[in-house]
């Protein structure tokens, strides 16, 4: 399984971003996937999951401001990203893992992306 985020960038806070991971997986509606960022100098964190029936999962530091959702048909799975904030600056990784799983710990899935930078200045 290969997965490509794609939709980072640099951004003022308060700004929008959508994030987006394409994967080449057969049966992707299979999977279960989640969104995880490492800031300079931190351990990666998990941030959003949701599995192969739609559950979603979020960190508490969410806030309301951060979705997930998929597009089983696009093999898709999207971040959207509202209101952000300067500690929203870190790099942005997507992962998979084939079965049930609403984990936000980066060692229960087994496929991950190369990640996608977002930067957000004051």
């Known amino acids: 399984v290969q997965l490509v985020e794609s939709g980072g960038g640099s951004v003022q806070a308060g700004g929008s971003l959508r994030l987006s991971c394409t994967a080449s997986?057969?049966?992707?509606?299979?999977?279960?996937l989640g969104w995880f960022r490492q800031g300079p100098g931190q351990e990666r964190e998990g941030i959003a999951t949701?599995?192969?029936?739609?559950?979603?999962r979020y960190a508490d530091f969410v806030e309301g401001r951060f979705t997930i959702s998929r597009d089983n048909a696009k093999n898709t799975l999207y971040l959207q990203i509202n209101s952000l904030k300067p500690e929203d600056t870190a790099m942005y990784y997507c992962?998979?893992?084939?079965?049930?799983?609403?984990?936000?710990?980066?060692?229960?899935?087994?496929?991950w992306g190369q990640g996608t930078q977002v930067t957000v200045s004051s």
């Open positions: 992962a998979a893992v084939r079965g049930w799983s609403n984990a936000l710990v980066r060692g229960n899935y087994k496929y």
């Open positions: 997986a057969y049966n992707y509606r299979d999977y279960s």
């Open positions: 949701i599995d192969q029936y739609g559950g979603t």
